[in-house]
């Protein structure tokens, strides 16, 4: 946890679901975290964070979709020196049941985007997405 | 991503430049992958790859567990602070050839 105030502010955009746009939300996370005045060391966990859930939408949510149209939702909002970085989209429905990291132990190439989300934020929770939603992820990190 | 590939005897250094994200793992691969097929030990000189994901660390480990395959090794090379950090938070620093 730092000690340092940090503003009070909320942004949202959307993204088409491809991995060619996980720069563009990288990019999108470093400024708000620029508003925010975080420190860079966290803002660089904070960014992977934020793009290994973006990857994980386009890689699970929408495996099966040739649609390049769909969009996804980041949203960060920062109040009273908590942090909320919501996730928006209409791809397959998670399971939170299902979504695991492999064992850290059993080294082989993949299965770490959870395992990284998990060791950087201090909550990952699946919610019932509203309409036209049907995902909704929320991570969420004191700062 | 841009890359540079120098060859000496039987060393290659393969010079990442960028981002390493799932969207250019593959281009990665490609470079990678037929230095390794051919026997040849990699250096792979991270010096100026600020920022890599999951994706990236499995082609790390990808590279790793296929020259293993083929008597060879991979060094890899001058990681900045930032790709350590991830490296050494999937617990890799003891796996990898780190130099």
């Known amino acids: ?143 | 991503m841009s890359y540079k590939v120098n060859e000496e005897g039987n060393i290659a250094t393969v010079h990442l430049d960028g981002e390493i994200d799932m969207d250019v793992t593959e281009k990665a691969k490609e470079v990678i992958f037929p230095h390794i097929d051919a026997g040849k030990e990699v250096h792979l000189n991270l010096s100026n790859v600020q920022y890599m994901d999951s994706s990236g660390i499995s082609v790390l480990i990808e590279s790793h567990q296929k020259a293993l395959e083929k008597n060879t090794k991979v060094i890899i090379k001058d990681v900045s602070k930032s790709v350590l950090k991830v490296i050494m938070m999937a617990k890799l620093e003891q796996i990898l050839n780190l130099e």
């Open chain 1, 1 to 143: 946890m730092s000690e340092t105030a940090h503003l009070d502010h909320s942004e949202k955009k959307a993204f088409l679901v491809n991995s060619s746009s996980l720069k563009e939300v990288r990019n999108f996370c470093r400024e708000v975290f620029e508003k925010l005045q975080i420190q860079q060391e966290l803002k660089d966990e904070l960014v992977l964070a934020i793009a290994e859930a973006a990857q994980n939408i386009v890689k699970h949510a929408f495996k099966n979709s040739a649609d390049v149209n769909e969009l996804m939702v980041v949203e960060i909002s920062c109040e009273n020196n908590k942090l909320q970085i919501a996730f928006y989209d209409r791809g397959t429905p998670v399971d939170p049941k299902k979504v695991k990291h492999r064992e850290i132990d059993n080294v082989k190439p993949g299965g770490l985007g959870t395992f990284f989300i998990q060791e950087i934020m201090d909550a990952v929770e699946f919610k019932d997405g509203n309409k036209p939603w049907i995902n909704h992820l929320v991570l969420t990190k004191q700062l």
